[in-house]
């Protein structure tokens, strides 16, 4: 959408927002037309997940006539996802103007969620997001797309019935559903969860955290904390600590030296978002484990938001090898042989993939096939926790380790952190998410189609409604001249 065509809405509310994006989905004939043939008490989608992700689905597959949805997250309302829970970072990474969310439609993206509400200055003066105004914005989107989300439902496990798949739910009016498709839009949490290190098997529980759990950060006054790792979420916990008067917080780093380069961020294309998937498996995996192992640097102000303190104290090559209780407090050994002792520690030490964490899945875990299962790396390429990524097909869908072992796999979608390594960054970050969205729409919308082609051809057979109804013309009658071959 052009500069001057936004701002027809600046300073004008988010009444006036909404009233434009109804109409320019009116224009484009949104939703689009109901086709699929419905079954007797079966769910066409259940989309596990009402954050960014399962909520951007959920507008694909309107847009693309799918309307049997039902959009599940275990959440309260208003609260799906990181961004008022485990996220602490002031802003967001993702310069402003990016789309995200939106699926092509310009009065929906934040940018005119902010300038409806506080126009065109402000939104030149504004540097980056801050996260708990996204979360607002989210919200909007949720209203203003009047997207049925239901929350407090959680997804306990997932069997087999059939052509179909039978969801055992809690907090929802039924103990169970079924269903023909099934998206994990979880998010960050994608396939697996928290990665909590071995080095703290044994450690009182109420002496450490991982930057994914609740912390009670003013129990940290006035004492000492110890951060493992240096992305992003140890930062913007560490900066927590500190800004609730911890006596001091030391970044304990296993690298020898700070990451500063986004090297995805350098490579960023409309190209790449396309291309990546149908790269041989080589190619797909040396970009993802040299991001990997190159990592992604904590942002410029949550990084400031720490050093500022003179307290905040960053050591590298100090990788844990283990932890003790001594006493009160936590003895942390390196694996240099130093050790030192802290009071509290939290675990900046991201997220796995790992089937096995998704309980939903079951026993089933074991029969997703995984990067490790495919592709052996060359020497130096070697990095075992991307090989626990799923092995994709190029619609989403997990593929079985065994062939036989669990076919219903195929009818159950992973739209979130897990598919990076298959499809790129398109299911979870917010550069790249509409076009994965508008990809697993196209992708779930042709499965329907063809396992109900019969119904389909069937319809085309019984189509009766005339476009003609034989009084737009008059029969001519034709007569030859046999002698010279002439119309008379």
């Not at 997207?147 to 496990?157: A, K, L, T, Y």
């Not at 694996?335 to 939903?360: C, H, K, M, Q």
Request: hydrophobic fraction near 40%.
């Amino acid at each position: 959408m052009s500069k001057g065509s936004i701002s027809s809405i600046d300073d004008k509310g988010l009444d006036a927002l909404e009233a434009r994006l109804r109409e320019d989905l009116e224009y484009l004939c949104y939703p689009g037309k109901d086709w699929v043939p419905p079954r007797d008490q079966v769910t066409d989608v259940v989309i596990i997940g009402g954050g960014m992700c399962g909520m951007l689905a959920w507008l694909a597959l309107t847009t693309g006539g799918v309307r049997n949805i039902r959009v599940l997250d275990r959440s309260p309302a208003g609260f799906e996802g990181p961004w008022l829970t485990y996220a602490r970072m002031e802003t967001l990474r993702s310069p402003k103007q990016l789309t995200g969310p939106a699926f092509g439609h310009g009065a929906l993206t934040f940018q005119a969620w902010y300038r409806a509400q506080f126009g065109a200055a402000k939104w030149d003066a504004l540097d980056k997001i801050p996260r708990p105004m996204w979360m607002d914005y989210l919200r909007w989107y949720r209203k203003a797309l009047d997207i049925p989300v239901e929350n407090g439902v959680s997804v306990d496990s997932v069997v087999p019935e059939g052509d179909l798949l039978r969801l055992h739910l809690s907090g929802a009016p039924e103990d169970s559903i079924l269903v023909r498709k099934l998206v994990f839009a979880t998010g960050r949490d994608g396939l697996g969860g928290p990665n909590i290190p071995g080095f703290v098997d044994g450690l009182p529980r109420q002496m450490w955290a991982h930057t994914a759990d609740d912390i009670d950060f003013d129990s940290l006054k006035g004492k000492r904390v110890a951060v493992v790792g240096v992305g992003a979420s140890a930062v913007d916990n560490s900066a927590e600590a500190l800004e609730h008067g911890a006596a001091e917080v030391r970044h304990l780093i296993r690298r020898s030296e700070m990451p500063t380069i986004n090297k995805m961020m350098g490579i960023g294309s409309f190209g790449f978002t396309c291309g990546f998937t149908d790269l041989p498996d080589d190619w797909r995996w040396r970009f993802m484990q040299y991001s990997f192992s190159t990592q992604t640097p904590p942002p410029h102000g949550s990084t400031l938001r720490v050093s500022r303190h003179p307290n905040a104290y960053f050591h590298f090559g100090k990788g844990v090898a283990k932890t003790e209780k001594r006493g009160d407090a936590v003895r942390i050994g390196f694996t240099d042989g130093t050790s030192y002792d802290a009071d509290f520690l939290i675990l900046g030490t991201g997220f796995n993939v790992d089937p096995w964490g998704r309980v939903e899945l079951g026993d089933a875990a074991g029969d997703i096939l995984l990067w490790e299962d495919v592709y052996t790396p060359p020497e130096g390429e070697e990095r075992g926790d991307l090989g626990r990524f799923p092995y994709l097909n190029s619609d989403f869908t997990f593929r079985e380790k065994k062939p036989g072992s669990a076919p219903w796999l195929k009818n159950v979608y992973c739209f979130n952190y897990a598919a990076s390594a298959s499809m790129g960054k398109v299911s979870g970050d917010i550069p790249g998410v509409s076009e994965g969205a508008a990809w697993l729409s196209r992708a779930l919308a042709s499965t329907l189609y063809a396992e109900d082609v019969k119904l389909h051809w069937q319809g085309m057979l019984k189509y009766d409604t005339p476009e003609l109804l034989g009084d737009e013309w008059e029969p001519s009658a034709l007569e030859m001249d046999d002698a010279k071959g002439k119309v008379a």
